[in-house]
Structure formats: structure tokens, C-alpha cells
């Protein structure tokens, strides 16, 4: 697979928002009592597009990953929550080797409103939703969509629109072109050197990239060139407004020093971007790759556990 011409020199940084990652446990911040959750049964037929886990007890939480993970890239995470949250893990078809969609026509958001519908019918009352890359887009695209369905939002490594990363007047249909291209390109099978390259702009630990460069390859071409072009195709910048809930923003740009970023100008790109969000907060890492919860995951804890006890307080 060819990455197109106008995709290349932002390749470490666009590839690095669109993967997701796990952490190492730690001590979690309590959720309330009253808040514990019921399991209802679940059916899997009226979501196609996604499956989902749980494991825990407490209040919901909804762990949604990025391009090419499965839910499993969650384990982590969810052996540091699963005694105070009731985690509802979620995987998408056609990523790390889970069955392709029947189709990928409007893809994303087909995944956006079947997440609405479980929420819904699962009775999930106002979920915190932690989701990294594609998955923190979706986590503000169902807030964007419902603003009464979802509670708290953890977003790690992601933008509304990441077209505009680099242009910040950029426009859905400037970059429909791009889009249209990269999909086109994406027809087949990434070479394996190319996915493990990629996984090494992100990753800092040899073990790690082994297995995000799995995933990568096991999952489905056609599946990942839609959803990279529902990415680029997509701008929420302007009904971020509608989000009421806290939003926790966390960003990572260690990995793009050679391409001249800063962690200050890679900030500014993140507040640019969240600029109209109300309740929101923006948290840099100081050394961790796109792969937060791996490469910086006592930092990433402490941000989240302390954002959600906060968050938990204010509602009280």
C-alpha cells in the first residue's frame, strides 16, 4: 500500500491519531454506589457494526478503541476500572481481525448511532466514555449527536477534525479530494515493514509495537480506508458546542520532534481545535507517544482518575 503524496509529510502524526492502546493498572478513583449498573441482555444483531464486552461492576463505563484495535487493547485499562466502573469494552468490525462489515457505506456513522442504541436499550445511565484516536472522535461524535446520553468524556489523542491538523481552515470539502485518494489507496494489504514502521512512530516499547503491528495487519483494508476517510470527511469542530458534559483532552507529541513539533505548538493545535467546547481541559504528556497508555501510563492515570473524582463531585 501507497501512502498518497499530500498524506506523507504528516504520516507519524496522522497515523498516530488513528490507533488506540491500553495501560498498566492502578488505583482508580471510587465510583458512587447508587450509580451500579444492571447487565441487560444484550443483542448483537441489532449492532452489526460493533461487539461489546463487559467486565466490572459500579457505574458504566464505555471503552472505545482506534483504527485496527480490537477491544482487547482495553485490558489494561479495564483491570485499573473494572472495581468501581462496569465496563462495557467495545470492538469494531473488521479491525484486529474481527469479521469485516457486511458494508462500509457511511461506516462511522453507522458505529456511531449502534453505540447510541446500546447505550440506550443496555440502559446505561450517562456512561463515562474514554475513547483514543478514532475512538475519542467517536466519544465526541455521540456527544455531538445525544448531549443527554453520554456523561464524562476522556479523550486521549484525538481531534474533531483531523483534516484541519495542520490547516486550520481546512473544510470538509478540501479534503474530500485527500480522502477519496488515501481510500482509493488502501484497496489492499499493508505491507508488513510499513505497518510496524508506523507502529514505531507510536510506540515506544518493542513488545508493544509487535502487537499493534498485528492488529494492523489482521485487519480489514477496506474496512480502514473508510474509516480514514469518515475521519477526514468529517468536522465536529463547530457542534462541539453542544457538549455540556467535562471533556478531558490528553495529548501526546514527543513523537513528532523531527517533524518541528513543540510541545507548546502541538498544544496550541488541540486548543485551536476544542476551542468551541464549553467544559473542557487540554493535558500534554511530556514523553509519551500517541500510545499513551502504554508509554506514559502512571501520567495518563493520574489525569483520568483525578478528572473523574472531580467530574463525580461536581455531580453530587
Known amino acids: 500500500m501507497k501512502l498518497p503524496a499530500a498524506f506523507r509529510p504528516f504520516a507519524a502524526t496522522a497515523a498516530a491519531l488513528l490507533l488506540a492502546a491500553t495501560a498498566l493498572p492502578a488505583v482508580a478513583a471510587p465510583a458512587s454506589r447508587s450509580a451500579t449498573t444492571t447487565v441487560v441482555a444484550d443483542n448483537p444483531a441489532a449492532h452489526p457494526n460493533i461487539s461489546v464486552r463487559v467486565v466490572g461492576k459500579g457505574a458504566p463505563m464505555l471503552l472505545i478503541p482506534g483504527l485496527t484495535c480490537p477491544g482487547a487493547v482495553w485490558d489494561e485499562t479495564v483491570a485499573h476500572y473494572q472495581k468501581q466502573y462496569q465496563c462495557h469494552i467495545v470492538s469494531l468490525a473488521g479491525f484486529g481481525g474481527a469479521a469485516a462489515p457486511a458494508s462500509t457505506d457511511s461506516l462511522l456513522r453507522h458505529v456511531r448511532d449502534q453505540l447510541l442504541t ?117 468536522d465536529l469542530r463547530a457542534e462541539l458546542s453542544r457538549i455540556k458534559q467535562p471533556v478531558l483532552v490528553l495529548g501526546a507529541w514527543a513523537a513528532y520532534k523531527n517533524y518541528g513539533s513543540t510541545k507548546e505548538s502541538t498544544k496550541a493545535i488541540f486548543e485551536r481545535q476544542y476551542a468551541a467546547l464549553p467544559q473542557h481541559r ?27 473524582k472531580q467530574s463525580a463531585a461536581a455531580r453530587k
Open 118 to 234: 446500546y447505550i440506550q436499550t443496555q440502559k446505561l445511565t450517562k456512561p463515562v466514555v474514554v475513547g483514543h484516536s478514532l475512538g475519542g472522535f467517536m466519544a465526541l461524535w455521540l456527544s455531538v449527536a445525544r448531549p443527554d446520553a453520554v456523561g464524562p468524556l476522556v479523550i486521549v489523542d484525538s481531534l474533531p477534525f483531523l483534516a484541519a491538523m495542520q490547516n486550520p481552515d481546512m473544510t470538509v470539502a478540501m479534503a474530500r479530494p485527500m480522502a477519496a485518494n488515501m481510500r482509493q489507496q488502501m484497496t489492499g494489504p499493508m505491507p508488513a515493514a510499513m505497518a510496524r514502521q508506523m507502529s514505531a512512530t507510536m510506540i515506544t516499547d518493542t513488545a508493544r509495537i509487535s502487537q499493534a503491528t498485528r492488529w494492523s495487519l489482521a485487519s480489514d483494508p477496506a474496512t480502514v480506508g473508510q474509516a480514514m476517510y469518515d475521519l477526514y470527511t468529517t
Open 282 to 308: 487540554v493535558e500534554m504528556s511530556e514523553a509519551g507517544r500517541h500510545f499513551l497508555m502504554w508509554d506514559d501510563t502512571a501520567w495518563l492515570f493520574q489525569q483520568t482518575d483525578a478528572f473523574l
